[in-house]
């Protein structure tokens, strides 16, 4: 099937800091979503973009629709301590044949006060 | 508004016995989707149903197991028997009118011993 590579895998970053981490594919991608997941919890849709080149915000978090359609990048600017979680990207390639989302294997933010 | 809720939160068994986790999706959602969260795998999508009835499978383990959805507001996955390899987060996720924006639920975390 379809894969994602996420990166970096993780990260320890100081609070206040600007955040970047990205998403590729071998595929042609026609939907990223990017989720968060804080532990004991499932994952929680934070940007969803549907058009290459598209950039969004949702706060302090900002995403872009690569304009190849096969990468999408994820901002998080001056960080703070509850931005801490698992950042996954996901995605609908445009061969699929059912409504099927691949999910990169995940970002791990920490956050040093 | 409530989210997707799911139950139990927490499972734990013996390998043979037969396993029942439920969801009840987001009202008025016309999607459900389930998949399992495992260290080694990531998210790997189960089954999905689109107004009740089961549209893609194909990521089923095995016979083993089985999902129903019976009405609009209630879904069930059954694992029978189970083995100590079905360890895992199972999550449901539901949407509406697509399958694009995904909201999951809290997740069950099975173990089997």
């Known amino acids: 099937g379809q894969q994602l590579n996420q990166s970096p895998q993780s990260m320890f970053i100081q609070e206040g800091e600007d955040v970047s981490m990205n998403c590729t594919s071998s595929?042609?991608?026609?939907?990223w979503l990017w989720y968060k997941q804080e532990p004991g919890e499932g994952p929680v849709l934070l940007i969803a973009l549907y058009k290459a080149g598209e950039l969004t915000s949702n706060g302090r978090l900002t995403a872009q629709f690569g304009i190849t359609r096969k990468d999408s990048f994820l901002n998080i600017s001056a960080s703070i301590p509850s931005d801490v979680g698992i950042y996954f990207c996901a995605g609908r390639y445009s061969g699929a044949g059912s409504y099927q989302l691949t999910f990169g294997k995940g970002t791990k933010l920490s956050v040093i006060p | 508004d409530a989210g997707v809720i799911q139950s139990p939160r927490h499972e734990v068994t013996e390998m043979g016995q037969e396993v029942t986790l439920r969801c009840k999706p987001i009202?008025?959602?016309?999607?459900l989707f389930w998949y399992r969260q495992t260290m080694m795998r990531g998210l790997e999508l189960l089954i999905y149903?689109?107004?009740?009835?089961?549209?893609?499978d194909s990521g089923m383990p095995e016979d083993r197991f089985s999902a129903k959805m019976p009405n609009a507001s209630f879904s069930t996955l059954k694992i029978q028997p189970s083995e100590p390899r079905d360890s895992a987060v199972y999550f449901c996720?539901?949407?509406?009118?697509?399958?694009?924006?995904?909201?999951f639920g809290p997740g069950t975390r099975l173990t089997v011993t």
């Open positions: 149903f689109n107004n009740n009835v089961p549209i893609d």
């Open positions: 595929s042609i991608f026609n939907t």
């Open positions: 009202s008025g959602h016309d999607y």
């Open positions: 996720a539901s949407s509406l009118m697509g399958p694009y924006e995904q909201y």
